[in-house]
């Protein structure tokens, strides 16, 4: 888009900063960190669906994974606030997983009349997001290409 890389890097490290670390969805790497993403995710996008049946193998790699809610298509807002209406992370990273491996929605509890999504979808559009899921490395830089293929992993500098 001709803007400027460095620019760009120091806008998105900025926009994870202020980010809600309480709304996000993490999935922490289950070997030692070498690499930490942000992914903006939907739960009715089959990409988002195809990648968040990577995150085991991610995970096991060494790869932190936190999932910003970025609803786009028409019935995601309701059905990711009910999801992040839940009432620890736990929970929410169980019903995320309920939607995105099996399509199973969560409804939210009846006392969560809060909006704990809204947030950071809205700090989140400081990264100029044009689809899902948007992957971003820690250090603001967007990859921007399949994330099945081989050259994902090295551009998360892991193997």
């Known amino acids: 888009m001709g803007l400027d890389e460095t620019f760009e890097q120091r806008k998105n490290q900025s926009v994870f900063q202020g980010l809600d670390r309480q709304q996000l969805i993490t999935y922490p790497a289950s070997t030692t960190e070498k ?40 019935a995601s807002p309701e059905q990711m606030r009910a999801i992040w209406c839940q009432g620890s992370e736990d929970s929410r990273r169980q019903a ?4 995105m491996l099996q399509g199973e929605m969560t409804p939210a509890p009846a006392s969560c009349q809060a909006d704990h999504l809204t947030p950071n979808r809205e700090k989140a559009a400081g990264l100029a997001i044009m689809a899902t899921p948007a992957i971003y490395r820690e250090d603001g830089v967007l990859y921007q290409a399949s994330f099945e293929s081989p050259e994902f992993l090295e551009f998360l500098g892991v193997e």
């Open 96 to 99: 995320f997983d309920k939607a």
């Open 35 to 74: 690499a930490v993403i942000y992914v903006a995710d939907d739960v009715n996008c089959p990409y988002c669906r195809r990648f968040h049946q990577q995150l085991p193998m991610l995970n096991d790699k060494g790869v932190t994974v936190h999932i910003i809610g970025y609803p786009i298509y028409e």
